[in-house]
């Protein structure tokens, strides 16, 4: 049975190849698009899903804009990794304009409605995580109301990517991330399982050359591993986003009930996750945390997936 899927993103490259893998999979019917800022601004992802998902001739798929600052901190951008506006000149001269423009909702209130529309709806929050938390601050039952929260964020046991202690998705909104945490009891997939399905730099000639979308993959896909090679001690590019379409669309990731929280006390560990593995605490877990990926065959799913679509 084809599951419905909402995409809550901030293009992004990550983001990008995301939105392209839930398109080309038959395993889920793609019902919206919400953005966030994270990647770059809000003006920014909003315009950048727009015209990816325009690019693809799928600009059928409603797109809501939603928040623009993080509840407490000052906004952290990306843009030394994904470009300047989220996607690198290069590709981004080569994507059409939209031709539509996102749907008057905010993305909270879009999430709602989805999830009271759909009874078998799966959220993939692979930005901050701030429309998903006000998502459930204005309806509590979201949790319940939806087949499962997806959460791209966390360094449960190794180190984080923006700070020593911190990934960068909940680095940025670190109550935002606490409070889906707490009350969405979501998938939480960290850098522990995201890291080891890298995408070796080889598979990106698979795509070289063929049509125009085939080439923009493999464009994206190089330019991430120009910037992680050496940085990661392997040859490829880590897809952190995609890994947590990987696990939606095919049974890739390990999960274990846990408890988990997100330090938000904006010092040194801002953003960090405290995994309570061997259960200290004594606390009733709050979520399913990923601890371990078949890394073949996530690299598999993320390629063919995004074959299928071009």
Same mark, same amino acid.
């Given at each position: @049975?084809?599951r419905k899927?909402?995409?809550?993103?901030? /293009?992004?490259l990550?983001?990008?190849?995301?939105?392209? @893998?839930?398109l080309?999979?038959?395993?889920v019917?793609?019902?919206?698009?919400?953005t966030?800022?994270?990647?770059?601004?809000?003006?920014h992802?909003?315009h950048?899903?727009?015209?990816? !998902?325009?690019?693809?001739?799928?600009?059928?798929? +409603?797109?809501? %804009?939603?928040?623009?600052?993080?509840?407490?901190d000052?906004?952290?951008?990306?843009?030394?990794?994904?470009?300047?506006?989220?996607i690198?000149? +290069?590709?981004?001269?080569?994507l059409?304009?939209p *031709?539509t #423009?996102?749907?008057?909702d905010?993305?909270?209130d879009?999430?709602?409605d989805?999830?009271?529309?759909?009874?078998?709806? *799966?959220?993939?929050?692979?930005?901050?995580?701030?429309?998903?938390?006000?998502?459930?601050? %204005?309806?509590?039952?979201?949790?319940?109301l939806?087949?499962?929260i997806?959460?791209m964020?966390?360094?449960? =046991?190794?180190?984080?990517?923006?700070t020593p202690?911190?990934?960068?998705?909940?680095?940025?909104?670190a109550?935002?991330?606490?409070?889906?945490?707490?009350?969405?009891?979501?998938?939480?997939?960290?850098?522990?399982?995201?890291?080891?399905?890298?995408?070796?730099?080889?598979?990106? #000639?698979?795509?070289?050359?063929?049509n125009?979308?085939?080439?923009?993959?493999?464009?994206?896909?190089?330019?991430?591993?120009?910037n992680e090679?050496?940085?990661?001690?392997?040859?490829?590019?880590?897809?952190?986003?995609?890994v947590? !379409?990987a696990?939606?669309?095919?049974?890739?990731?390990?999960?274990?009930?846990a408890?988990v929280a997100?330090?938000?006390t904006?010092? /040194?560990?801002?953003?960090?996750?405290?995994?309570?593995?061997?259960?200290?605490y004594?606390?009733?877990p709050n979520? =399913?945390?990923?601890?371990?990926?078949? /890394?073949?065959?996530?690299?598999?799913?993320?390629?063919?997936? !995004?074959?299928? !679509?071009?």
């Open positions: @049975m084809t899927l909402l995409l809550d993103v901030d /293009p992004g990550d983001d990008a190849l995301a939105m392209y @893998m839930a080309g999979s038959d395993a019917d793609v019902v919206g698009v919400t966030v800022m994270g990647n770059t601004a809000i003006e992802t909003t950048n899903a727009l015209s990816l !998902l325009e690019f693809v001739g799928r600009s059928d798929v +409603p797109v809501a %804009k939603g928040a623009a600052k993080p509840f407490a000052e906004l952290t951008m990306a843009e030394y990794i994904h470009g300047e506006g989220g690198p000149a +290069p590709i981004r001269d080569r059409p304009e *031709t #423009d996102p749907v008057g905010h993305a909270a879009f999430i709602v989805q999830a009271r529309k759909h009874d078998d709806l *799966t959220i993939a929050a692979v930005g901050p995580q701030t429309n998903v938390a006000l998502a459930i601050a %204005k309806e509590p039952e979201l949790p319940s939806v087949d499962g997806y959460q964020g966390g360094a449960l =046991k190794t180190t984080g990517n923006v202690q911190a990934s960068f998705n909940f680095y940025v909104d109550p935002a991330a606490a409070r889906v945490v707490q009350d969405g009891y979501p998938h939480v997939v960290g850098l522990d399982v995201t890291e080891p399905a890298y995408v070796p730099s080889k598979v990106v #000639d698979r795509f070289d050359g063929q125009e979308y085939r080439q923009v993959v493999s464009d994206i896909l190089r330019l991430k591993a120009d090679t050496g940085s990661f001690g392997f040859d490829g590019t880590v897809a952190s986003d995609s947590v !379409l696990g939606i669309l095919d049974d890739v990731l390990t999960f274990e009930d408890y997100v330090d938000t904006s010092g /040194p560990s801002n953003g960090a996750t405290i995994y309570d593995e061997h259960g200290v004594g606390e009733e979520c =399913k945390a990923a601890v371990d990926v078949d /890394p073949d065959r996530c690299r598999d799913v993320i390629v063919e997936s !995004l074959e299928r !679509l071009g």
